[in-house]
C-alpha cells in the first residue's frame, strides 16, 4: 500500500486534488471528501487490497449444544407461520396460531436450556474430585466442545509440589488414612 501510495499516478491525483478549488459549503465538502475517498480506494486496488467483512460475534441460539431437532422443527413452523401472517395481515386464526407457536417455541428453548444448565451442573458437581472440574466450568457456556491441550507431565508435577509444599507431611498421610476409611465403610 505504501508504494502504491508514492507511485506517480497517486501523486498526480493528490496534485490534481489539491489544485482544484471546492466550494466552501455542503456540496463542496462532499465533492472534495468523495475526491479523497476515490484516491484510497484506487490506491488499494493498485495494491492489490481486499476489503474484508467484519464478522460480528454474535452467541446465536441455534448454535448451542441444546438446541436439537425438536427446536429446528417448531422454528421452522414458527418462520413458516410468521411469513403466511405478513402475507394475509388479515387473518386472526392465523395470527392466534402464531402467537401459540411461538409461545411453544420460547417455552422449549427455555426447558431445553434450563434441562442441559441443570445437566451440566450435576455433572460438575460429579466432577469436583476429578480433574475434569474446570474443564466442564469452563465448557458451561461454550457452543462446540473444547479440545484437550496436552501438556507436558512436569508441568503438573511442580503445580502440586507448589500447591502441597505448605502442608506438613503428617496432615497428608492422615488425610489419606482418613479418605481410606470413609471409602471401605
Not at 169 to 185: P, R, Y
Request: proline letters at 1%; glycine letters at 2%.
Amino acid at each position: 500500500f505504501n508504494k502504491a501510495i508514492s507511485s506517480t499516478e497517486i501523486a498526480d491525483i493528490i496534485n490534481t486534488f489539491l489544485s482544484s478549488q471546492y466550494q466552501p459549503d455542503l456540496t463542496g465538502l462532499n465533492l472534495a471528501i468523495n475526491d479523497i475517498n476515490q484516491t484510497y480506494q484506487i490506491a488499494a486496488t493498485m495494491a492489490n487490497l481486499k476489503k474484508t467483512k467484519k464478522k460480528t460475534n454474535q452467541n446465536h441460539t441455534h448454535t448451542q449444544t441444546w438446541f436439537d431437532n425438536e427446536c429446528k422443527s417448531i422454528r421452522t413452523n414458527l418462520r413458516h407461520l410468521s411469513n403466511q401472517k405478513h402475507h394475509q395481515p388479515q387473518d386472526t386464526e392465523l395470527r392466534q396460531q402464531y402467537c401459540e407457536t411461538l409461545k411453544h417455541y420460547k417455552h422449549t428453548l427455555k426447558n431445553k436450556k434450563q434441562k442441559h444448565t441443570n445437566k451440566t451442573l450435576t455433572d460438575i458437581e460429579k466432577s469436583v474430585d476429578q480433574n475434569q472440574f474446570w474443564e466442564m466450568w469452563n465448557n458451561l457456556n461454550s457452543t462446540k466442545q473444547q479440545e484437550l491441550a496436552i501438556q507436558n507431565g512436569t508441568i503438573w508435577k511442580k503445580y502440586f509440589e507448589n500447591l502441597y509444599k505448605d502442608i506438613q507431611q503428617n496432615d497428608l498421610t492422615q488425610t489419606n488414612s482418613n479418605q481410606g476409611k470413609t471409602e471401605i465403610d
